[in-house]
């Protein structure tokens, strides 16, 4: 799907602050080429400020953000674009855009001001469709779509970019389940390499390669999941009670969330 | 789509692809589709100016107006059968009227397209939002101050100053928290507005200069009479610039409609862009302005009638809206001039009559889908 292959993300020593606020404190983190690495925590831990920073959004306070060597605010946005994709949890309108339109904005950083769209342009806007199996959505008014096919929409306009780095905010808000694992199975199959911000333990799991998890802007935890989800752990981040199994046939960390008895 | 189409997909996937991609290409700029629709809106344009030129307190057939223009172009086929005051009704009064009719629907038109995807809000429309305002009052200032040296030069500079601070002020106002909500947009641009005309009316009655304040107060109505063509240059050139450059940063413009984000993520850098293009809007505005006083509406209608025609891909909407907003304000001036004959209604008294209500529609409209998605 994408042409070029993974890049290596560094998080290094990154504080954000808005305001007088600190939403992330000293987070290093590092994706290695064609990894999928996870995020997980809970709500208000500082995971889309987080990513955020890495797509060059919110500039950290302290440390650095690097994208293959290169701290991806010493380059305009349009060449960060060209290496960097990102799914943003955003409300957006679509203005009478197709599908295929919306796509096709993917395209952009590749183009210089004037080009028109090339059938290069339409091959890889098709197949970034069929991706996420949206190829019958393509000329409907995205404006009409339902929440999980407007995400896949988004998914596949991130892909149209052929990003060697993907970042993507709980790309599985709204999508059913069905969806939610042909997602997660695409961005499995990319050579990109992914960072991305999962809420579901479970997913996150099984398609994560690593994960790290943040807990008030700080990374409490990281590394493959099974050494990472515990119940002693998800009881200090989420203080809820679990139970963790090796899945027989996934062979992926199951965790099995217990009602708070008394 | 359910698990069955979704199979579909994949089983019939080489022809779908097939058939998909013919039809993506039928929306894509210089197609066919986009072809006709702006070879069609050329065609009515020809015929609207004819109309401008011919319907009037004296008629002129639509021929006799051909045969006028054609000859002062230069081409030998007509034989000049008509009077002489004839040829200067056409030549001189109405001719620069309807381009001037022409340039300001256009360039309202592509300003209201532009300011809507860069605000990324439907209602954003020059007039609405105060930026009309700040331009009349740049201007009146100019013309009431008296240092009104370089004539209509020195006027667009006011006006585009006025249209630009008014622009800044609605916008810083109505943004919080990153996001512009329609309520907001519309509370700052009316409250806005209302104090830029409130200074404007001020100026016009302390001034001394009794009679210069009451064809202030005529040309503040919006109006396209009292033009000739020494003073048309400037707002065709402003127009010219304009389209020129949204054409070129369409691209863009479509990046924005994704989201601020979003279109950052895409390599847009959003800031400075959005600083250029209100530099642009506002310099388009104030010199129209200048030119033909503030006309409502055209900004706000013509974008959303483009739309549904040609879809929101701004190297589509573009110059579909340039051609439907210069037929458009020919006819709106046409019918200023002939329903309440001999007496000539000012234009954006009229726009505005049709523009009202279309925004009190808009704005329902706008109000429903904010809370079907949850958004208040």
């Known amino acids: 799907m994408t042409g070029a292959s993974g890049t290596e993300l560094v998080v290094d020593g990154v504080s954000l602050i808005a305001g007088a606020h600190r939403l992330v404190e000293d987070v290093s983190l590092t994706a290695r080429t064609g990894e999928v690495v996870g995020l997980v ?18 500039r950290p306070a302290s440390g650095r953000v690097d994208v293959d060597g290169a701290d991806v605010w010493s380059m305009s946005a349009r060449r960060l674009a060209r290496t960097v994709a990102a799914v943003v949890q955003e409300p957006n309108a679509g203005f009478d855009l197709t599908v295929r339109e919306v796509v096709a904005m993917g395209r952009t950083p590749h183009k210089r001001l004037l080009d028109g769209d090339t059938l290069e342009d339409d091959a890889l806007i098709r197949s970034a469709l069929a991706e996420v199996n949206a190829t ?20 596949a306009r991130a892909l149209a970019q052929q990003p060697s780095l993907l970042v993507l905010d709980e790309p599985t808000n709204h999508l059913d389940i069905r969806h939610q694992l042909d997602v997660l199975g695409a961005l499995r199959r990319l050579s990109a390499t992914v960072l991305v911000a999962l809420h579901d333990l479970n997913l996150a799991a099984y398609y994560c390669d690593r994960l790290y998890v943040l807990l008030d802007g700080e990374v409490t935890a990281s590394g493959p999941p099974a050494e990472v989800l515990t119940p002693e ?10 139970e963790v199994t090796v899945h027989p046939r996934t062979g992926a960390p199951q965790v099995t969330f217990l009602p708070t008895s008394t | 789509m359910t698990a069955s189409a979704a199979g579909a997909e994949t089983g019939a996937g080489a022809e779908r692809s097939v058939r998909t991609s013919r039809r993506g290409g039928a929306r ?62 056409v030549l001189d009064v109405r001719a620069p009227r309807v381009l001037l009719g022409a340039v300001a629907g256009a360039g309202l038109a592509v300003v209201g397209t532009a300011l809507q995807a860069l605000i990324r809000n439907l209602l954003a429309e020059p007039y609405l939002l105060g930026v009309s305002s700040g331009a009349s009052l740049g201007a009146v200032a100019v013309i009431v101050g008296g240092v009104n040296v370089l004539g209509q030069v020195s006027l667009s500079a006011a006006a585009f100053a006025g249209a630009l601070g008014a622009l800044a002020l609605v916008y810083a106002t109505a943004r919080t928290g990153g996001r512009i909500t329609s309520s907001r947009l519309v509370l700052s641009g009316v409250a806005i507005a209302a104090v830029l005309t409130a200074i404007l009316d001020l100026l016009l009655l302390t001034t001394d200069r009794g009679n210069e304040a009451r064809a202030v107060l005529a040309w503040t109505l919006g109006g396209l009479g009292g033009v000739n063509w020494s003073t048309l240059w400037l707002p065709g050139a402003a127009l010219l610039l304009g389209i020129g450059v949204l054409m070129i940063q369409a691209r863009n413009l479509n990046l924005l409609l994704a989201g601020e984000e979003a279109a950052t993520t895409m390599g847009l850098d959003v800031a400075r862009f959005r600083a250029r293009m209100f530099v642009l ?37 573009l110059p579909t809206a340039a051609l439907g907003g210069a ?22 008294v009229l726009t505005a009559l049709c523009g009202g209500p279309f925004f009190l529609w808009l704005l329902r409209r706008d109000a429903r889908r904010s809370t079907d998605r949850g958004e208040s």
């Open chain 1, 41 to 58: 925590g809970p709500n208000g831990s500082g995971k889309s400020s987080l990513l955020r920073a890495v797509y060059r959004v919110l």
């Open chain 1, 136 to 155: 019958g959505l393509a000329h409907r008014p995205f404006d009409q779509l339902s929440g999980g096919e407007r995400q896949r929409v988004l998914i």
């Open chain 1, 233 to 242: 752990l998800l009881a200090s981040v989420y203080s809820v009670a679990t």
């Open chain 2, 28 to 89: 894509q700029a210089g197609s066919p589709g986009l072809a006709f629709t702006l070879l069609a809106l050329a065609v009515l344009l020809v015929v609207s100016v004819t109309a401008g030129l011919a319907i009037g307190s004296v008629r002129v057939p639509p021929g006799q107006v051909w045969g006028i223009v054609s000859h002062a172009l230069g081409f030998g086929w007509s034989t000049p059968d008509w009077s002489g005051a004839r040829e200067t009704i």
């Open chain 2, 281 to 317: 809007l506002s310099l388009v505005t104030g010199v129209l302005v200048a030119a033909a006083g503030p006309i409502g509406f055209v900004g706000l209608i013509l974008p959303h009638i483009v739309r549904l025609v040609v879809g929101g891909d701004h190297r589509r909407v």
């Open chain 2, 327 to 348: 037929v458009f304000l020919i006819w709106a001036d046409i019918a200023a001039r002939v329903v309440a004959a001999p007496t000539e209604i000012p234009v954006g």
